[in-house]
């Protein structure tokens, strides 16, 4: 418990930095012409040149250059540090050629600015770009799943399940009509076409689908993080804990924390990518260990994911608002169990992640279905409001606050009571997914 109490109680730094108004807040062009003619210099070193130049820029420089541009991004984590990155590249895109034969090129770039923008919170235009990349005709089948799952990924995000569907099973039928893809090995095929099973069955698994679900995945052979996760995620919420850990604990023993734009067939984007997915699996692990009454290392497990998305996200994300309802949830279900109390506790953290996930007021009677991550805020904010049930004189508020969270819960499988409350031994959990932020 002190580890979380300790972490929460250190005070935030704001950087109050602010650029001066004669200074331009983008890179200059002959900055980004200079660093370009270096990455052309040390091409082969340290850099993938896995596809030859494609007219213009070719794939290896445009990696030095997407390389900066997130370094740039991700400096200091605001809206100004974002723009710079993705101006980087977006001079680096127009100096691409436009003919067909550099379409992969054109396709990571887009990758990489759709993964900026999602990271930044805009989430509608970091959509756009990955359908752009769909009408790049020509570009390795790698590029058009990474494309394809991220699109997915954001779309069960922002709570279009219906539209989620019709793409996972767009994304199944582009893997059985591009088997004859020349820049694709059968190896390589069996791993894009693993992640095109896998991202269907998340969306099922969010619809509560849990037999369609399971005819997605299959035995691991060498499966993406992504898939790992998801099939783990889908053992969970059945009450297969066992084998579930396992899988979370494979996911964040082999990914890689850093991304990689080099190898066209092990491309992701947006909320798939690896940083995603081991906080995914840190933070589902975490839950796993709650649920199954193993509160020390669940604690220790959750502390780490939080402290994870800090430090990538920023302290003020609605990501971190998420694990911090994932924390809260871990000491209800401890003091039930134990027969004890942490009310204090928890009331601070419903607090903290109610305003980190940007919950509107209680005044939106009527437009809750709207709310975006509905599933965690419903699950904050009817925590929270059990907490306020128990106290005389905030009874009231309580009710008011539950009736909310009971509108705004959108859950397939389960209602918001079930889903907070955890019984012994249970077949049915509820699990939070962080990358997609909703309740499975």
Not at 262 to 288: F, K
Not at 383 to 400: F, H, M, P, W
């Amino acid at each position: 418990m002190f580890r979380v109490v300790q972490k929460l109680a250190k005070p935030a730094l704001i950087n109050t930095t602010r650029l001066s108004s004669h200074h331009s807040i983008f890179p200059s062009l002959s900055t980004i012409r200079f660093y370009a003619s270096d990455a052309v210099e040390s091409k082969g070193q340290g850099v993938s040149s896995s596809s030859s130049s494609c007219g213009g820029l070719n794939l290896p420089v445009a990696l030095q250059m997407i390389n900066y541009g997130l370094g740039l991004a991700r400096a200091k984590k605001s809206s100004e540090s974002y723009a710079q990155g993705l101006f980087v590249m977006e001079q680096c895109l127009s100096a691409t050629s436009p003919s067909t034969e550099s379409e992969n090129t054109k396709g990571v770039i887009k990758l990489a600015m759709s993964k900026l923008l999602s990271e930044s919170g805009d989430l509608n235009e970091a959509i756009e770009t990955l359908q752009k990349i769909q009408d790049l005709g020509n570009s390795s089948l790698g590029v058009k799943v990474a494309a394809m799952e991220g699109l997915i990924g954001l779309k069960l995000e922002l709570g279009e399940d219906i539209t989620s569907s019709e793409l996972a099973e767009k994304c199944v039928e582009l893997l059985k009509t591009g088997s004859e893809d020349s820049q694709t090995s059968s190896g390589e095929y069996e791993v894009l076409q693993a992640r095109a099973n896998g991202i269907k069955g998340l969306v099922e698994l969010v619809n509560g689908s849990i037999e369609n679900a399971g005819a997605c995945f299959q035995e691991d052979k060498g499966l993406s993080g992504n898939v790992m996760l998801s099939h783990g995620e889908l053992l969970h919420a059945t009450g297969n804990l066992a084998s579930a850990k396992e899988f979370y604990q494979k996911a964040i023993q082999e990914i890689p924390e850093v991304d990689s734009f080099g190898d066209l067939h092990s491309l992701t984007t947006c909320n798939m990518v690896p940083v995603e997915v081991l906080l995914g699996a840190t933070c589902a692990l975490g839950q796993l260990e709650a649920h199954s009454g193993n509160f020390s290392d669940a604690e220790e497990i959750l502390t780490r994911a939080l402290t994870k998305a800090e430090e990538h996200f920023g302290s003020h994300h609605p990501k971190v608002g998420v694990i911090l309802t994932c924390i809260a949830l871990m000491f209800r279900h401890k003091a039930k169990l134990e027969h004890s109390s942490a009310l204090l506790i928890q009331e601070g953290l419903y607090r903290r992640a109610i305003e980190m996930l940007k919950a509107p007021s209680l005044e939106t009677e009527g437009e809750e279905s709207k709310v975006q991550r509905s599933d965690i805020v419903a699950l904050a904010r009817g925590g929270y409001a059990d907490i306020l049930s128990v106290q005389e004189n905030r009874k009231t508020e309580g009710d008011r606050m539950r009736k909310w969270a009971e509108n705004a819960w959108r859950n397939h499988r389960m209602s918001l009571a079930e889903a907070l409350e955890i019984s012994e031994p249970s077949t049915k959990v509820a699990v939070i997914d962080t990358r997609i932020c909703r309740a499975l």
